[in-house]
T-cell receptor, first 112, second 111 residues
Framework: GQQLNQSPQSMFIQEGEDVSMNCTSS?????WLWYKQEPGEGPVLLIA?????ELTSNGRLTAQFGITRKDSFLNISASIPSDVGIYFC????????????FGQGTTLQVKP | NAGVTQTPKFQVLKTGQSMTLQCAQD?????MSWYRQDPGMGLRLIHY???????DQGEVPNGYNVSRSTTEDFPLRLLSAAPSQTSVYFC??????????FGQGTRLTVV
């Protein structure tokens, strides 16, 4: 089945630093989504990408839908302590079923 | 606007017991899914539904049953709980291949 490889698995950074994480797949995805999960909560959408090559920003967050439709990245600029959490990439494949395939997650810790 | 509501939030079961995790959404979404989350493995799809009366298996369906009698509800049944089913379970709904909305999760421990 379709799989997403997300890296890095974890990051421990200083407040103010920029962060970059990415996801790759061996197959094409029609939608790329980036979620953040905080302890005890469900994932919450950060950015949705629907078109190959699309570059979208949401405040300090920027994400891109790779032109090959097999990858995506998320950048966080000037990190702050509340950025702590687990970040997931997720994608919809070719079938119109609403199924999401998730990456393994990137755990981000920010040192004040 | 409640979104996706899951109950219970916490549950402890003994091996062999059965139970139902409830999920309801009030957004009139066609598609609903159940995922389990284990450390370092992201969220894995258990079962999904593309509409009332239609369900299908995901990546890890064994030991779980679902039904979709209404658009709003999508319960997940554990037939005979096993320690390997200790996990956090999330229900999600979506209007299509767009954003999925998640419930707050059910933390299940099987002893």
């Amino acid at each position: 089945g379709q799989q997403l490889n997300q890296s890095p698995q974890s990051m421990f950074i200083q407040e103010g630093e920029d962060v970059s994480m990415n996801c790759t797949s061996s197959s094409i995805f029609n939608t790329w989504l980036w979620y953040k999960q905080e302890p005890g909560e469900g994932p919450v959408l950060l950015i949705a990408l629907y078109k190959a090559g699309e570059l979208t920003s949401n405040g300090r967050l920027t994400a891109q839908f790779g032109i090959t439709r097999k990858d995506s990245f998320l950048n966080i600029s000037a990190s702050i302590p509340s950025d702590v959490g687990i970040y997931f990439c997720a994608g919809h494949g070719s079938s119109n079923t609403g199924k999401l395939i998730f990456g393994q997650g990137t755990t981000l810790q920010v040192k004040p | 606007n409640a979104g996706v509501t899951q109950t219970p939030k916490f549950q402890v079961l003994k091996t062999g017991q059965s139970m139902t995790l409830q999920c309801a959404q009030d957004m009139n979404h066609e598609y609903m899914s159940w995922y389990r989350q284990d450390p370092g493995m992201g969220l894995r799809l258990i079962h999904y539904s593309v509409g009332a009366g239609i369900t299908d298996q995901g990546e890890v369906p064994n030991g779980y049953n679902v039904s979709r009698s209404t658009t709003e509800d999508f319960p997940l049944r554990l037939l005979s709980a096993a320690p390997s089913q200790t996990s956090v379970y999330f229900c999600a709904s979506t209007a299509g291949n767009t954003e999925a909305f998640f419930g707050q999760g059910t933390r299940l421990t099987v002893v």
